[in-house]
């Protein structure tokens, strides 16, 4: 029997201790990591990082290291965050090896889909199939149903407005994108402007959103969860609610399959609906079920809070409302489509100013650096450690968007090379936004549509609401820390 008690037995365990920190001294010391600029306790640990993440800070802390130690920072042992463009470029890279690191599957691990895989064999080709749909071309066919969700939702505002004296517009706007990409996906809208209320499917998405960003940040938190003697619903029952997801999911589907069978050619047509029965050159029931499921997380919350935004800042700079409600009065109601609006510069101008200053996913977008390990503003940073560029701190610096904090579309007249290479809310490279031309789409036809419809928009200050409501809360989407926006026309 082994005698704990024994001084040469303690010894022996007190020499491992030291001996283990003096490797792991040396190994994190050693590390080319350590030579980056950085607070020192990064060297060590993200707990600060982490901290920040929980409190829905992440990007103002990561931005203020930047200020302060410049443009390629360590945050963590083994995380950098770039913000010096030619390394971002390398790191978007068409054809580059910087892929989306596991961060992703820690975000939901029990879900297969083209936002979450790191097989870059599945993303190849759910990529190639999935794009003709929801390109510009392949959304004409969609106008119509976009068209019509958003005339419902400003004239709900209206009604709103008229009952309670104000209208949320971040509720509007997110039952607006909801139904979209609802209908578009599925074929049936959730009918949510219409009854105003979230479902069951929905309600379950943000739980699950919320819950797995959490996990991502500290896993363990989700394992000690299961052996609370108290149930915290957040974290306990997000596998009950995956599986509720996936099923409804699986029958709106299986429904619009039905449907497609019986009527063919005449059947609603969805952003899926061609690769149905294109066998090899189609998805599989479950693809189908698991990526239009991604398509409602990732097509909601991030085009609600850019016009929430939007709507917000035009309406607190008097000028600029002023000149887009200008240029919107030369159109007619007939004139609000697309193809005419993608011509109004001052719109488009606003569109960009906005998602410059509140991109909807303004967090560090982590890829895992390939393994011979990549040079970057000379500093060298080893294979497998992880390097994130976020769309906050790009959109802020001084040197490429004079003023960063100042909203300002004119900016946008003219923009050099460097604001447009800056400029990347959508991401970049291989796993850029799939949706960003629908939400271009809902934006323009969106936001000309609320302010030839409320001219005079401004905030309101009903029940208590002030500036300090839209103060963003960022866990890995920009959002209103209140999650309302409330608005009054005159
Ligand atoms: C203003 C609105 C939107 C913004 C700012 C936005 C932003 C982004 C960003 C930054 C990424 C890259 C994420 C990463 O690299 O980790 C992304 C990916 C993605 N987005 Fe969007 N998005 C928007 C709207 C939409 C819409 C409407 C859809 C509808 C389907 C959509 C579908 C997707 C998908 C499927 C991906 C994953 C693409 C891939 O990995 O290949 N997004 N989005």
Redesign the pocket.
């Known amino acids: 029997m082994l005698d704990l008690d024994s001084p040469s037995v303690q010894f022996v365990g007190l020499v491992s201790i030291v001996g283990g920190l003096i490797v792991w001294a040396y190994t994190l010391l050693t590390n080319p990591l350590a030579k980056l600029p950085g607070p020192w306790y990064s060297i060590w640990t993200d707990t600060v990082l982490r901290y920040h993440i929980l409190k829905g800070q992440r990007p103002t802390y990561v931005h203020s290291l930047h200020l302060k130690y410049g443009p390629i920072i360590r945050i963590g042992p083994t995380e950098a965050s770039i913000q010096d463009l030619s390394s971002v470029k390398q790191i978007y890279r068409v054809k580059g090896e910087f892929l ?1 690191s596991v961060f ?1 599957q820690k975000f939901s691990p029990d879900r297969h ?5 790191l097989d870059v064999n599945f ?1 190849r080709r ?2 190639r199939l ?1 794009s003709a749909p ?1 390109s510009e071309t392949g959304l004409v066919a969609h106008q119509p149903v976009i068209e019509g969700k958003i005339r419902l939702a400003v004239q709900r505002m209206v009604e709103e407005m008229e009952k309670r004296g104000a209208a949320d517009v971040f509720h509007w706007f997110m039952c607006m ?1 909801t139904d ?2 609802g209908e ?2 599925f074929g049936e809208s959730f009918h949510m402007l219409e009854t105003g209320s979230k479902t069951q499917y929905i309600r379950d998405l943000e739980q699950i959103a919320f819950a797995s960003s959490i996990r991502a940040t500290i896993p363990w938190i989700y394992k000690l969860a299961q052996w609370m003697p108290f149930r915290t619903p957040v974290l306990t029952d997000i596998a009950e609610q995956a599986k509720r997801t996936m099923s409804y999911a699986g029958q709106a589907i299986k429904q619009h399959y039905d449907l497609v069978d019986k009527q063919g050619e005449d059947a609603k047509p969805t ?1 899926f609906s061609k690769l149905y029965k294109a066998g090899e050159d189609g998805l599989n029931f479950a693809e189908i079920r698991d ?1 239009a499921a ?3 997380i ?3 919350d ?2 609600t ?3 929430t935004y939007l709507v917000w800042s035009v309406c607190k700079h008097p000028h600029v409302q002023r000149r887009l409600v200008d240029e919107l009065s030369g159109l007619s109601d007939d004139d609000l489509e697309d193809q005419k609006l993608k011509n109004l510069p001052y719109l488009n101008q606003v569109i960009q100013e906005s ?1 410059r200053l509140y ?3 303004p967090s560090g ?3 895992a650096v390939p393994r011979e390990g990549a040079e970057m503003g000379g500093y060298f940073i080893p294979g497998g450690h992880t390097v994130s560029v976020q ?1 906050y701190s790009m959109h802020r610096d001084a040197a490429v968007y004079p003023e960063p904090l100042v909203f300002d579309p004119s900016r946008w007249e003219e923009p050099t090379q460097a604001m447009k290479d800056s400029f ?13 031309h ?3 789409i ?2 323009r036809l969106a936001t000309a549509r609320f302010f030839r419809t409320f001219p005079n928009a401004k905030m309101s200050n009903l029940e208590g609401f002030s500036d300090e409501d839209m103060k963003p809360a960022m866990f890995f989407l920009l959002t209103p820390k209140t999650r309302r926006c409330l608005v009054e026309a005159s």
């Open positions: 989306k992703y889909n083209i936002f979450n895989t993303h759910w990529r999935l929801i994108t979209i990409i578009l996906s952003l990526n991604s398509y409602i990732a097509g909601s991030t085009t809070n850019t016009l998602m991109p909807a996913a977008l982590p890829r769309a990347v809310p959508f991401g970049g490279g291989s796993r850029i936004c799939l949706g960003l629908l939400a271009r809902e934006l």
